[in-house]
């Protein structure tokens, strides 16, 4: 990802794939990269047969498309200006699936997404699909949940356990992918009280994890807290950092960083975008 050529950028017009369209404006306009809005269509499960039935006419099928794609460019032209590169791709797959193969067949560098719960803090502050992508996406994909007006790229989170190699790899995707900024890197270490570390070893432990990377400015950070999902919002929003970035595996997802019992505590300014790259 040394040079970020393509970003997509999954629609469905909510309000949250407003906000992650803003999010990818800012970041293209940074690194002249050009952004793929994808729509889905997703067919139910009988449309196949009604096809065949005298009930589903071809052309009545035509306008939905004509229609949704005037829902495209409306939304492509209330987002963006004229100036910036965007296409756009409308397909008849689920969100899930379409969301994967098309990042595939572009090989975009990055998914930018927006979550939905069913409410501010439902079924986590993730909704379903996006969770499904974090979970298995080969590529880095950011979550956005909320309206980032003044989003900029000044201070970003690293939060790792800083153990093992492959958060190395992780680690080195992140630096591909912050270098483009000019970012100052906050390396996050949580603390928490059934996993204790001196302060000193913690610090010992990220400075050998990073001995072999050259880092811009940073600074790290041992954070204590009652769990680490708490630990990395509550740093984020007193640094008022601009995003967070961590490596997720592909079992576990994010649903456990977000579980409603820790965004419930939270003030809306916390919700960061997220940065996950897959292990």
């Known amino acids: 990802m040394n040079d970020m050529k393509k970003i997509l950028v999954p629609i469905d017009f909510s309000k949250t794939s407003e906000y992650a369209s803003k999010v990818a404006a800012k970041i293209a306009k940074k690194t002249n990269a050009t952004i793929y809005l994808i729509h889905l269509i997703e067919l139910p499960k009988g449309v196949i047969d009604m096809a065949a039935s005298s009930k589903f006419s071809i052309p009545e099928s035509m306008l939905y498309l004509r229609k949704v794609r005037e829902k495209v460019l409306n939304f492509k032209k209330h987002i963006f200006n004229k100036n910036s590169n965007v296409e756009y791709i409308i397909k008849l797959d689920n969100p899930f699936d379409g969301i994967q193969k098309y990042a595939d067949k572009l090989d975009a560098d990055l998914i930018i997404m927006g979550s939905k719960g069913h409410s501010e803090f439902e079924e986590m502050i993730i909704g379903s699909n996006t969770e499904k992508v974090v979970r298995s996406s080969k590529r880095p994909v950011i979550v956005v949940k909320k309206d980032n007006e003044k989003f900029r790229m000044k201070n970003l989170v690293f939060a790792s356990s800083f153990k093992n190699e492959d958060k190395k790899e992780v680690f080195r995707k992140f630096l591909e992918f912050a270098n483009h900024f000019k970012s100052e890197i906050h390396l996050l270490k949580v603390n928490t009280p059934s996993k204790f570390e001196s302060t000193q070893d913690a610090t010992t432990k990220v400075e050998n994890f990073i001995k072999e990377f050259n880092l811009p400015k940073y600074s790290i950070n041992i954070y204590n807290d009652a769990s680490i999902q ?13 995003l967070i970035a961590l490596s997720t595996h592909g079992r576990s997802g994010l649903s456990h960083l977000f579980s409603a019992s820790v965004t419930k505590t939270l003030s809306k300014r916390a919700l ?8």
């Open 272 to 279: 960061k975008p997220i940065l996950t790259i897959k292990v």
């Open 230 to 242: 708490k630990g990395i919002l509550n740093f984020s929003r007193d640094l008022d950092a601009d």
